[in-house]
């Protein structure tokens, strides 16, 4: 079982950056992948980044590729997701969650509530 809490949204200018991180407890935190996603209002929940369980190796779609940049400290149990150049389609809320390697988010079984992050044009 794990337990995840999201921080670190708000809202920003076009352009600016924020920081997201996502508190997890529990023992087994190093054993999974940790992955974001961004559901926006009348959306579908997008995938934006996950990251193995060592760290080796990430994934992103075309749409945040070169801007936003998950890692993670399996000390910590955190994640973390440094989003710069933002533009007001990354509204959103966004969601950490647990699981295997995958890019869906039904193949996830742990999520946490999510965090808001509004970008203003």
């Known amino acids: 079982q794990v337990w995840l809490v999201e921080s670190g949204g708000g809202l920003v200018q076009a352009g600016g950056s924020l920081r997201l991180s996502c508190a997890a407890s529990g023992r087994t935190f190093g054993s999974y992948a940790m992955a974001w996603f961004r559901q926006a209002p009348g959306k579908e929940r997008e995938f934006v980044a996950v990251i193995s369980w060592s760290g080796g190796n990430t994934y992103y779609p075309a749409s945040v590729k070169g801007r936003f940049t998950i890692s993670r400290d399996n000390a910590k149990s955190t994640v973390y997701l440094q989003m710069n150049s933002l533009k007001p389609e990354d509204t959103a809320v966004y969601y950490c969650?647990?699981?295997?390697?995958?890019?869906?988010?039904?193949?996830?079984?742990?999520w946490g509530q999510g965090t808001q992050v509004t970008v203003s044009s």
């Open positions: 969650a647990a699981g295997p390697y995958r890019l869906r988010p039904d193949e996830y079984d742990y």
